[in-house]
C-alpha cells in the first residue's frame, strides 16, 4: 500500500492564480479529509468526505472546493489564491468512526505571494 | 464555539525528567479525545481516550482523560532528546452517524535538552 499520497510537496502561487492540490489514497477509506497548519497552530478542518459523492465544510472552508468522484481520490481547490492561504495543507483517510487509524499524507507546503 | 486548548505552549526539560502536558476543552457532542506527536511532518498516532479515569500507556507515555472536568493529561516519563516535538490534542466531535471530525489545540512543543 502507498498509504496517502499528496501532490505536489511544495507550491508557490501569485495571488489571484488557482490551482488543485491532489490527495489520493489506497486503502479503500471512505472517510478522507483535509486540514490545513499555519505556524504555532494546530490542524484545522478545511472539508471532509463520507464517501464518493459525499462532501462537506469543515471548520476553514472559505476559498477552497472540494470533490469526490471515487473513493481513492479527494482534491482540494483554491479558487483564487490569497497570501491567507499560505499554509501546510494535510490530507488524511481512515475507515469512518476509526480516526484512531487515520492516516496523514506527507503535506503540501503552499506559499501564496 | 467549540475549543481545545493545551498548556503549556513550549516546554524545556533536561533528559530524564518527567513532563505533563495538558488539554482541556469545551466540545458539544464530545466522542473521544486523541493526543498525536508531530516532529517537522505529518502527526503520528499516540492514543485515543473515550472513557474517563481509565490510563492508556505505551512505553514511557501514559495518558488519562476526566469527561467531568474536560481535561485530559499527557505524561511522559524519563524523556529523551528523541521526544522533542509538538504533541497535538485533539477532540472528536460528532453531529450524528458514525463519524465524527477531529478539532485540534494548538500544540504544545516540548524541548528536551541532553
Known amino acids: 500500500n502507498a498509504g496517502v499520497t499528496q501532490t505536489p510537496k511544495f507550491q508557490v502561487l501569485k495571488t489571484g492564480q488557482s490551482m488543485t492540490l491532489q490527495c489520493a489514497q489506497d486503502?479503500?477509506?471512505?472517510?478522507m479529509s483535509w486540514y490545513r497548519q499555519d505556524p504555532g497552530m494546530g490542524l484545522r478542518l478545511i472539508h471532509y468526505?463520507?464517501?464518493?459523492?459525499?462532501?462537506d465544510q469543515g471548520e476553514v472552508p472559505n476559498g477552497y472546493n472540494v470533490s469526490r468522484s471515487t473513493t481513492e481520490d479527494f482534491p482540494l481547490r483554491l479558487l483564487s489564491a490569497a497570501p491567507s492561504q499560505t499554509s501546510v495543507y494535510f490530507c488524511?483517510?481512515?475507515?469512518?468512526?476509526?480516526?484512531?487509524?487515520?492516516?496523514f499524507g506527507p503535506g503540501t507546503r503552499l506559499t501564496v505571494t | 464555539e467549540d475549543k481545545v486548548v493545551q498548556s503549556p505552549l513550549s516546554l524545556v526539560v533536561h533528559e530524564g525528567d518527567t513532563v505533563t502536558l495538558n488539554c482541556s476543552y469545551e466540545?458539544?457532542?464530545?466522542?473521544?479525545l486523541l493526543w498525536y506527536k508531530q516532529e517537522k511532518k505529518a502527526p503520528t498516532f499516540l492514543f485515543m481516550l473515550t472513557s474517563s479515569g481509565i490510563e492508556k500507556k505505551s512505553g514511557r507515555l501514559s495518558s488519562i482523560l476526566d469527561k467531568k472536568e474536560l481535561f485530559s493529561i499527557l505524561n511522559i516519563t524519563a524523556t529523551q532528546t528523541g521526544d522533542s516535538a509538538v504533541y497535538l490534542c485533539a477532540v472528536e466531535s460528532y453531529y450524528g452517524g458514525s463519524q465524527g471530525n477531529l478539532i485540534f489545540g494548538k500544540g504544545t512543543k516540548l524541548s528536551v535538552k541532553p
Open positions: 468526505s463520507v464517501g464518493a459523492g459525499i462532501t
Open positions: 488524511a483517510s481512515s475507515y469512518v468512526g476509526r480516526l484512531d487509524e487515520q492516516y
Open positions: 466540545v458539544t457532542n464530545f466522542r473521544s
Open positions: 486503502m479503500n477509506h471512505e472517510y
